[in-house]
């Protein structure tokens, strides 16, 4: 009934406007329904709430009955992640995660029987595999704890083709799970668009996990252990993100479908058809498809992908073709731009018939072929001086950058910590929105154009009244000109302040810095001090100090002259300096020959290696003067502390200046940490 009323206006639409025909109309009603059942899918998978992960118990009894029959236990003993209840609710699993280095094994009784020496931890290079059969991948976790923990192990690549999960408690296995898109939907332990996995662990228990990975697309296995909790807030937030994503496309895919009927310009058609594309491509590649749309159906979640990216391609040629107006600026290009479109209908058809991994190349590669093309064809259109050209190559720029990016990080070409489909999802956003802007502009240019010709018609009335409006316009003039002194009055004084900002500026960074070593002063030593310490305090991480003292250098004075003693403090000051490498590390000239340290949120084993590091690095330095040498060398103290009040600073302050004359008691040139016992 819906769709009657809203054919019923599309005909009235079309008759009213008198701008299609009937193949025009088909295609247009034909994307007005497809906008309906899209926009209301999406609408459902963004409103349905997500499972109530924190009731969700997996049961376990029942999958054991399924699981395969182990007559032993693991051989390979893995270095398991030590869970506890103070351990953070989000762990990335990446540096636990153990990959097999062959893949000839499929059956769980011969990879359990695998030494460790045939495992591997897995790298990054190794997760961006294309096409693989026979992966195996394990973990442990272990609970030290005297309480039970519920944790979710969610696996964030929705397109793996299957996952045999095989889950040990103490050696003895307790459950096994097939999930995967080859399967149906409902068959996943937890309703999500991701892989999860919920499980409890008792006190003292390990708990050892092994997967199976089969897939012909990419093996990207970015892991994450989360508390109940905190994974139901975080993908209702994700959620909302997608939701307003997929959304705006759908407004810009409804808006132009609007535009093409009152105006009956095919170039809003293929617009919108391209716009309800790319919308489905998203919606498949965060998983929201196969949850909501197809979710009986692994077949065309295996294909999908492949079928409407050529699709979004060939729409995106033909719209090219009208918003740059090839039929009368170059037959050669239009000719090119219509072949390419015709090739790529072909390969949504021919594409499903090949081998998965194979087709994903061929579309990858005919992807980048056809938006060079199309950005080079704007380009050469924009140095001709058309407008809308410049816009559709800056348009076609960003989807090329965003394409390009993640199909080297599919591959597994470019080793970047970000998710696949990130880059290209913000490059088809961009170049959605900038091509909604080029429609706008023409659309506003052919309005002037039909304005301009009324213009003509209204020339002689105007000429009448052109002696009063000369009058408005002195005026206006006159009003314009001391708008224009006001603004130049406006702008001098906005440089002069500008000016006076960066004086102050320089005046503030010469006042906190040592003007011999270049390095921060006692009083910049102070103010940070304060300020990490209520930092460490609030965030409850460690701050570490580290005093460091020149050694035996009044002989050095006494020998050499004040001279030779300033430029020793300004290598040592440059070679402290060099061994800092966060921006909130902070490297302070105490006094004297003193120089002071603040490391924050660095543990005791942290602060030690820099500050030996920097002993080091100042060891090895050699002072020439006056045709003369003479080594350096420094004494540290160290001190690492959770601040606790605001007098506990100084306090950390006090124990790294006695742990530096501890290191002075025991022959110089040391290291040295402050204990209680040294008090």
């Given amino acids: 009934m819906i769709i009657a009323k809203h054919f019923l206006i599309l005909k009235i639409l079309c008759w009213r406007h008198n701008g299609l025909n009937a193949k025009g109309l088909f295609a247009l009603v034909s994307l007005f329904i497809i906008t309906i059942w899209i926009g209301f899918f999406a609408t459902w998978a963004q409103a349905t709430a997500p499972d109530n992960i924190n009731t969700a118990k997996h049961n376990a009894a029942n999958q054991i009955e399924h699981s395969p029959k182990v007559a032993s236990s693991p051989q390979a003993s893995f270095v398991p992640l030590r869970l506890t209840a103070d351990s953070i609710t989000k762990i990335d699993l990446q540096d636990w995660l153990y990959i097999h280095k062959t893949q000839e094994i499929s059956k769980l009784p011969s990879i359990l029987s695998e030494p460790i020496s045939q495992w591997q931890a897995l790298k990054q290079d190794a997760n961006h595999r294309i096409g693989v059969k026979n992966i195996w991948v394990a973990m442990s976790i272990y609970n030290p704890d005297d309480e039970m923990l519920s944790r979710i192990i969610a696996l964030d690549n929705p397109l793996l083709d299957s996952i045999k999960l095989y889950h040990f408690i103490d050696g003895k296995i307790t459950n096994f799970e097939r999930m995967g898109d080859t399967l149906p939907f409902n068959q996943r332990p937890l309703h999500s668009n991701i892989f999860l996995y919920p499980f409890d662990i008792e006190p003292q228990q390990t708990h050892t996990f092994y997967l199976r990975i089969d897939t012909k697309g990419n093996m990207n296995l970015p892991m994450t252990l989360w508390s109940p909790n905190d994974l139901t807030e975080t993908m209702e937030s994700s959620n909302l993100l997608h939701g307003i994503q997929i959304g705006m496309l759908l407004a810009i895919a409804v808006f132009s479908l609007f535009i093409a009927l009152a105006s009956g310009s095919y170039s809003y058609s293929y617009y919108c058809g391209y716009v309800l594309g790319i919308s489905l491509m998203i ?161 506003n240019e052919e309005r002037k154009d039909k304005l301009r010709i009324q213009q003509k018609a209204l020339e002689q009335a105007e000429r009448i009244r052109q002696n009063r409006e000369e009058a408005v316009r002195i005026e206006e003039e006159t009003n314009e000109r001391l708008e224009n002194m006001v603004q130049e009055r406006t702008l001098e004084l906005e440089v002069t302040l500008r000016e006076l900002n960066d004086v102050n500026q320089k005046l503030t960074e010469q006042s906190t810095t040592d003007p011999l070593t270049g390095v921060k002063n006692r009083h910049a030593f102070d103010k940070r001090l304060v300020a990490e310490g209520r930092i460490s305090r609030r965030q409850q991480t460690p701050m570490g100090l580290l005093m460091v003292d020149i050694d035996k250098f009044k002989p050095i004075n006494d020998q050499y002259g004040h001279l030779a003693g300033d430029s020793t403090i300004q290598a040592i000051a440059k070679t402290l300096s060099a061994q800092i490498k966060r921006p909130t590390d902070l490297v302070s000239r105490f006094g004297g020959e003193e120089f002071a340290i603040i490391l924050p949120n660095t543990t005791k084993q942290g602060a030690m290696v820099v500050a030996e590091q920097m002993r080091k690095a100042v060891s090895e330095l050699q002072i020439h003067w006056q045709g003369q ?51």
Avoid at 311 to 318: E, G, P, R, Y
């Fill in 283 to 443: 919606i498949t590649l965060h998983g929201v498809g196969f949850q909501f749309i197809w979710p009986e159906s692994p077949k065309l979640q295996q294909h999908v992908l492949i079928i409407i990216l050529p699709i979004i391609l060939a729409f995106s040629l033909m719209f090219t073709e009208k918003v740059l107006q090839l039929k009368y600026r170059n037959i050669n290009m239009l000719r090119t731009c219509r072949i390419l479109a015709v090739s790529s209908l072909a390969l949504s058809l021919l594409l499903p018939l090949i081998d998965y991994s194979v087709s994903l190349y061929i579309v990858f590669i005919t992807i980048m072929v056809t938006l060079s093309w199309m950005a080079g064809v704007a380009l050469v259109q924009s140095l001709s001086g058309i407008r809308n050209a410049t816009l559709y190559f800056i348009a076609r720029l960003g989807l090329l950058t965003g394409g390009m990016v993640s199909g080297l990080l599919y591959f597994g070409i470019l080793d970047l910590n970000w998710k696949l489909q990130t880059p290209v999802t913000f490059g088809l956003t961009f170049e959605v929105i900038i091509m909604a802007a080029v429609l706008a502009i023409r659309y």
């Fill in 629 to 679: 040498s003479f080594p350096l060398t420094i004494s540290i103290g160290v001190c690492v502390a959770i601040i606790e009040d605001e007098t506990h600073p100084m306090q950390l302050l006090d124990q790294a200046d006695k742990a530096l004359y501890d290191a002075k008691r025991s022959g110089r040139n040391k290291v040295c940490y402050f204990e209680q016992t040294t008090e």
